[in-house]
């Protein structure tokens, strides 16, 4: 069987990309990247400040760099931020360089997820669920666009998730695997 490729998991805040990607990497025996851990630990600063002191702008910028840096790198397992898909630069990197992963989950459970969580500049509002159905609606359809393959996270263990996605780009690399082991004969 062929060697998978890199890995690269977009979706929106919540969605589960940081814990389905490190259980992934370790699965694959890869190096996992965080893109929004690498830029905050380059910059020496959480991303609410960034956010605060350069803007949105200023931090999707940022983005783009770490983005085109991190999937250069092989083998590797990526997990991005929910707003890297905004920035062509991105998707165009993300679709050349390896297989995009879409972890699809719902607005209840995003609102679930990121209750407590006070790192998320986007939704320190007094309506989160409209901010996430917005941009649920804006990012969807690039979220689509980019993908290889879309999986459903909410409600399913993580561990569920990763092999579903093991399985899934497996027969992407190789369709007659699938088909081969589908058709052996257990002892």
Known sequence: M?????????????AGKSTIGRLLAAELSRDFFD????????????????????????FRQ?????????????????????????????RRALRERGTVVYLLTTVDQQLRRTAKDRN???????DREKVLNDMFAARDPLYRATSDITVRTD????????????????RLVDPLESINSSNKVSP
């Open 155 to 170: 409600r399913r263990s993580p561990r569920a998730v990763v092999n579903e996605i093991v399985r899934r780009v497996r």
């Open 35 to 58: 893109s929004d851990h690498a830029i905050q630990a380059r910059c020496g600063a959480d991303i609410p400040w960034i956010f605060d002191v350069e803007g949105e702008q200023g």
């Open 120 to 126: 998320r500049p986007l939704l320190q509002c007094a």
């Open 2 to 14: 062929q060697d998978l490729p890199n890995l690269f998991l977009i979706g929106p805040m919540g």
């Open 62 to 90: 940022r983005e783009i760099h770490m983005i085109d840096e991190l999937t250069q790198r092989h083998p590797v397992v990526v997990a991005t931020g929910g707003g890297a898909v905004l920035r062509e630069e991105n």
